[in-house]
């Protein structure tokens, strides 16, 4: 069965850093795209950022781009998003989330991890 298992959140202060990871099995990681999304409290989940199959091209939301950093390790079947200069607007449950393309396509959710940037 697909899973997509998070891990790296907690608590940081603002201005720190922090290194999320996105363990994946169950599909075709190699030729899917992967991404990050986050929901805080009371809100919509939104998109954080994306990354191609081959991990040449690369999206993010305005509010993180130049602050994040989104990788993957095809061997590894791993997606990786760095955060640096975080902000206490970055509080959320971060979500990984696969797009399989082909003749079985799918659409992954992990179960999140909790980022919480306060002082």
């Known amino acids: 069965q697909v899973q997509l298992v998070e891990s790296g959140g907690g608590l940081v202060q603002p201005g720190g850093s922090l290194r999320l990871s996105c363990a994946a099995s169950g599909f075709t990681f190699s030729s899917s795209y992967m991404g990050w999304y986050r929901q805080a409290p009371g809100k919509e989940r939104e998109f954080v950022a994306r990354?191609?199959?081959?991990?040449?091209?690369?999206y993010y939301r305005d509010s993180v781009r130049g602050r994040f950093t989104i990788s993957r390790d095809n061997a590894k079947n791993t997606v990786y998003l760095q955060m640096n200069s975080l902000k206490p607007e970055d509080t959320a449950i971060y979500f990984c989330?696969?797009?399989?393309?082909?003749?079985?396509?799918?659409?992954?959710w992990g179960q999140g991890t909790q980022v919480t940037v306060s002082k």
């Open positions: 989330n696969a797009l399989q393309f082909g003749t079985i396509p799918g659409n992954y």
């Open positions: 990354i191609d199959s081959s991990g040449s091209r690369t």
